[in-house]
T-cell receptor
Framework: EADIYQTPRYLVIGTGKKITLECSQTMGHDKMYWYQQDPGMELHLIHYSYGVNSTEKGDLSSESTVSRIRTEHFPLTLESARPSHTSQYLC???????????FGSGTRLTVV | AQSVTQLGSHVSVSEGALVLLRCNYSSSVPPYLFWYVQYPNQGLQLLLK??????LVKGINGFEAEFKKSETSFHLTKPSAHMSDAAEYFCAVSWSSGDKLTFGTGTRLAVRP
């Protein structure tokens, strides 16, 4: 049973549209993460947060932005989608790194 | 810089054969170690983790991994592959409790009938 939820699972959207990918967790974890993953490829950390009102950019530069107004919610926004944004976006959370991360099922975004 | 390396981006085994997926990390400092599995169009699922209680760690679905400090390795094994094991496998490492996980580049396991 998933304790971290991502919506939508699949999204096809036109170029220039604004989109928000939702991520929510019910475990009370302080740490949350967004990864970008192209098909069959490695994970790239694009954003992370260690608590409310705390967000940082990850290792891979991204045009997306994130917010953390509530502990359980960590949405990712693209102001103007482009075909280069086509990818799978994975959200994860953790209480402490030694416990590992819990991942959502991902959002597969296609920009046409 | 500290890093994690998964040797072999693709591994193919016959059903019933031994599965061996390799993971090496770069630091001599004992890290936190994890293996994750990802099925198509899914997120990552934790298979097992090394917590320093025992060097041989057993996980779900019959997988296990052995922490070898002298070899800086944490290879994943399963005695007998099943068709349902076909997936992408990621090794992940963290070197401190305040740090993030560093993921390997992944190994795609194919299981031949």
């Amino acid at each position: 049973e998933a304790d971290i939820y991502q919506t939508p699972r699949y999204l096809v959207i036109g170029t220039g549209k604004k989109i928000t990918l939702e991520c929510s967790q019910t475990m009370g974890h302080d740490k949350m993460y967004w990864y970008q993953q192209d098909p069959g490829m490695e994970l790239h950390l694009i954003h992370y947060s260690y608590g409310v009102n705390s967000t940082e950019k990850g290792d891979l530069s991204s045009e997306s932005t994130v917010s953390r107004i509530r502990t359980e919610h960590f949405p990712l926004t693209l102001e103007s989608a482009r075909p280069s944004h086509t990818s799978q976006y994975l959200c994860a959370s953790s209480a402490r790194v030694q416990y590992g991360y819990t991942f959502g099922s991902g959002t597969r975004l296609t920009v046409v | 810089a500290q890093s994690v390396t998964q040797l072999g981006s693709h591994v193919s085994v016959s059903e019933g054969a031994l599965v061996l997926l390799r993971c090496n990390y770069s630091s001599s400092v004992p890290p936190y170690l994890f293996w994750y599995v990802q099925y198509p169009n899914q997120g990552l699922q934790l298979l097992l983790k090394y917590t320093s209680a025992a060097t041989l760690v057993k996980g779900i679905n019959g997988f296990e991994a052995e922490f070898k400090k002298s070899e800086t390795s944490f290879h994943l094994t399963k005695p007998s592959a099943h068709m349902s094991d076909a997936a992408e496998y990621f090794c992940a490492v963290s070197w401190s409790s305040g740090d993030k996980l560093t993921f390997g580049t992944g190994t795609r396991l194919a299981v031949r009938p």
